[in-house]
């Protein structure tokens, strides 16, 4: 299998296909730390939608580490999950009082925060400091076993194994964007039912589209 050649039509179609959304572009590990933990179990268009909100009202840690948890809750009440209020509530205090108000670019003290795992953390890391880390969510857990016929997928924390191969497939280059068409490819195509198989970008590369088809 060629993985270089899915990962340039995966930024190919990105570039011409892909959602734009503002969290996407910034590089400040804080606005990606908060983003990521409202992104869990929301839709990119809500939180795109309360993003200029959000920052207007909590522009930097220190503003969010003031507010109290009905505040935040307040803000971030269109998304539907007061929990997340106390999450990003306890994270600012940590980073505060403990770091002095600098996000950690270390995996093991982002995942020592409230409602941070290893995802979130190595969101913060790829996008706000640069570092090469493996992203894999549900949504690409399910490309990157479909593509390259992986068995760990599905449901639950994904297998080592598919950390693996995200961090093989992935370019030295352009990370960001292809991790963003990973998740649009999963949201437009690669869908947990009824996938379009016939429309995606890497349907010749994809060994579950070959054995759609030649059951069909």
Known sequence: MNKKA?????????????????????????????CEILLRKTTAKQVANLYDVFFSKF?????LDRASVEEIAEVIKPLGIFSRAHDLSQVAQVIVRRYGGKVPDDES?????????????NCVLAFGYEKTVPMVDTNVSRVLSRVLDLRAGGRGTPKGELW?????????KNSREFHY???????????????KCSYCPIDKYCRYSFLVKRKS
């Open 6 to 34: 899915i990962a340039q039509s995966l930024l190919k179609w990105f570039k011409e296909e892909g959602r734009r959304y503002p969290f996407r572009a910034t590089s400040d590990p804080y606005k990606i730390l908060v």
């Open 59 to 63: 522009p930097t840690i220190e503003s």
């Open 109 to 121: 003290l982002l995942t020592a925060l409230r409602g941070v795992g290893r995802y979130i953390a």
């Open 164 to 172: 693996q191969a995200y961090s093989e497939l992935a370019p030295d």
């Open 181 to 195: 068409a990973l998740i649009d490819l999963s949201h437009k195509f690669c869908t947990a039912r009824e996938p």
